[in-house]
């Protein structure tokens, strides 16, 4: 695993409402501090991305993403266990708290626990979730290193060190209420 950078410095980035970088699953990702809509504005503009389809968060625990849902049925939240950690994204019933820049026309919030181990280790020792959406302009292949990252984006985003992971997909979105899968 691929050691992070100075921790207390991407914290400072990320409240100043800066743009990462970081390795994922599939590809690198970009990313922000949720609630920084300036940030998440960023991000839009570098992928070409319209606000409307809405972003995932990620974390390494779901108490990472409890301030942006509404509670959970016991239920629920007793399968999650078969999504997570892992490559399932769950389409999630949003609490009053949650920004709309996150769900863009949505009423539902997309999240995920992480299974990468520096993702995880990067959300772990932030102590937060964050935006996850592929690194690349829409319509384009996903970069796959923080170099491709940095030609790409030049200083309008920070690359963390990093290795991507072995899947080869996006993450699979699902929606537990309906059952239904949105991404395979």
Not at 14 to 34: F, H, K, N, Q
Not at 60 to 69: A, C, H, I, K
Not at 111 to 119: F, G, I, L
Request: charged fraction near 25%.
């Amino acid at each position: 695993m691929t050691p992070l950078p100075d921790i207390a410095a991407v914290r400072r980035h990320l409240e100043r409402g800066g743009v990462i970088a970081y390795a994922t699953e599939s590809c690198y990702g970009l990313g922000c501090d949720p609630r920084k809509r300036n940030a998440v504005r960023k991000i839009l503009r570098l992928k070409g991305r319209p606000q409307a389809k809405g972003l995932i968060l990620i974390g390494s625990e779901f108490t990472q993403f409890r301030r942006y849902l509404a509670p959970v049925e016991p239920e629920l939240a007793a399968r999650f266990k078969d999504y997570w950690p892992g490559p399932t994204t769950l389409l999630l019933p949003t609490s009053r708290h949650c920004p709309p820049w996150l769900t863009g026309r949505h009423t539902k919030l997309a999240v995920r626990v992480t299974a990468h181990p520096e993702a995880a280790q990067l959300c772990r020792q932030l102590d937060m979730a964050l935006v996850s959406t592929s690194a690349n302009r829409t319509g384009r292949k996903p970069l796959k290193t923080a170099a491709a990252c940095r030609r790409a984006f030049g200083s309008a985003v920070w690359a963390l060190p990093g290795r991507i992971g072995r899947r080869r997909r996006p993450s699979t979105i699902l929606d537990p209420a309906s059952g239904g899968v949105l991404r395979v």
